[in-house]
């Protein structure tokens, strides 16, 4: 190792970022890079372990441990420490095809396994991976991947997110002629209107679609395989078809009032906003001047408050059904575990910031949407509390603890249920009891039908999506070659 004291002789450096006031001011990425001296710094930090759980890629008590993609963590913060990016890319790429989006929206499982976060804090895993990356493009050394030959054979891929373009990487590679099937009219899934600007400019997902069709991938926007016959054309003109279509069915709340209008899945509300941008260059107005209440505490409803924030909402308050997490791991949620702890992400920093409160409300029950003219105005809602029933703990409302809170927008933000259900009627395929595609080994219950990424896990992490559409790959090849 380049300097095997670093973890002693330096501190985690604080990651910077634009301040919130001035950073909403705009729809760009804000997170700044370190600069040379301090980058290399922090790689150093890295203990180069005997077993390093960063890069271990496990999952336990439906928690991950290390990266996913097993990533070769030490190796390249040791090339980063040495100044090698040359070398350090290398490394990089020989398990991760597409750094610029997970250094940019992985959660970093990575660093909550670091063995440095046992009793001090983690190595910035996370920044030396955005470093990488970007001197790599900087330098030139990402170059389209182009196959030394094809083979014949003739990959259908439905869909363009992150597991679809893994998928397409790595056959292409393979030398499989590869075709991408995406019904919207831009590339890249949820990475282009799933994920807002802020956390992924989309000049950065263009980027990395232009060198995959230099590299040989075709693909097609604009095309959805919304019948039987079109399924069937796919199957009947191509060797294999893999349905990479995500978890696009979002859990609904059917309530009371709830065909009110103002009410509408978080998803649409961030894909017009984006959608906005690139068509207009300026953002939609959906929350200008509204009290905003998104319903749901996950990644999703973050980008909403700061998507909100942005448009000039008069307030926002996000419910959810969970209690306030505590400030450091407890015993049911150890080392190295993902840990399950209280933070406070970009967009609740900026709504604070903004409107001088934090935005949470913690153990709401959502009862009922009230409206006038056809319009909401009002939410109803009650406590809930957890008591221990059987053994688990359950949510229960609290008498006569309902209030009324203003809201004249609604945003749903609790997740997706599976796929959707006419994707798997025009294929023929059956459902799992979470409505996810039913496979075995990434092969549906049809032959030559495939499935990846949250279509086949249900909804997930972006580099749990790009490690599935790369097994995936694997699976197809190693069933096309016994065909």
């Not at 983690?122 to 170059?143: D, P, Q, R």
């Not at 949407?369 to 053994?391: C, H, M, P, W, Y």
């Not at 945003?411 to 025009?426: D, R």
Request: with cysteine; glycine share 6%; hydrophobic share 35%.
């Amino acid at each position: 190792m380049a300097n095997p004291r670093g973890f002693l002789e330096f501190n985690r450096a604080k990651i910077a970022k634009i301040a919130p006031l001035e950073r909403i001011k705009n729809y760009k990425e804000f997170t700044l890079a370190f600069d040379e001296k301090e980058q290399i710094e922090q790689a150093s930090r890295c203990m180069n372990c005997g077993v390093p759980f960063c890069q271990a890629g496990l999952v336990e008590d439906k928690k991950d441990i290390g990266c996913p993609l097993h990533n070769l963590i030490p190796e390249f913060n040791d090339a980063v420490c040495k100044g090698n990016y040359a070398l350090a890319y290398e490394r990089l790429s020989l398990t991760n095809p597409f750094p610029e989006f997970t250094s940019r929206v992985c959660p970093a499982p990575c660093e909550d396994s670091c063995v440095c976060a046992i009793n001090s804090q983690s190595v910035t895993i996370k920044a030396n991976e955005y470093a990488i990356i970007e001197n790599a493009f900087k330098m030139k050394l990402v170059k389209a991947s182009k196959p030394q030959h094809y083979n014949g054979l003739k990959i259908a891929i439905v869909g363009s997110g992150p597991s679809a373009l893994a998928a397409a990487y790595k056959l292409n590679l393979l030398g499989y002629k590869v075709s991408v099937f995406e019904r919207s009219d831009r590339l890249g899934g949820l990475l282009m209107y799933g994920i807002p600007d802020m956390k992924l400019e989309k000049s950065v997902v263009e980027r990395r679609i232009e060198l995959l069709r230099q590299s040989g991938i075709e693909f097609k926007t604009k095309q959805d395989i919304n019948s039987k016959e079109k399924a069937d054309t796919l199957i009947k003109d191509y060797d294999a078809v893999i349905l990479a279509t995500g978890a696009s069915k979002p859990n609904d709340l059917n309530i009371k009032g709830r065909e009110l209008e103002g009410i509408m899945f978080a998803v649409d509300f961030l894909t017009l906003n984006t959608k906005s941008l690139l068509d207009n260059g300026k953002a939609a107005s959906l929350a200008k001047g509204k009290d905003v209440l998104i319903i749901g505490s996950g990644d999703t409803s973050v980008d909403c408050v700061a998507v909100a924030t942005r448009q000039g909402a008069k307030s926002i308050t996000r419910f959810e059904r969970s209690p306030k997490r505590p400030l450091t791991r407890t015993k049911d949620n150890p080392w190295p575990l993902k840990a399950d702890i209280f933070t406070t992400d970009y967009g609740l920093e900026e709504a604070i910031a903004v409107y001088k409160k934090d935005p949470r409300e913690y153990q709401k029950a959502t009862q009922e949407f009230i409206g006038k003219n056809g319009k909401v105005t009002a939410v109803l809602a009650s406590d809930l509390k957890r008591v221990q029933k059987e053994g688990k703990f359950i949510n229960q409302i609290v008498p006569n603890s309902q209030k009324s809170y203003k809201a004249d927008l609604v945003l749903l933000a609790m997740g997706f249920s599976g796929c959707e259900n006419e994707l798997a009627k025009n294929f023929k395929l059956e459902l799992d009891e979470k409505n996810n595609i039913l496979s075995t080994n990434y092969q549906s219950t049809r032959k030559k039908v495939f499935v990846c990424g949250d279509a086949r896990m249900g909804q997930s992490l972006v580099v749990n999506a790009i490690e599935d559409g790369k097994c995936c790959a694997k699976a197809i090849s190693e069933f096309l070659s016994k065909a």
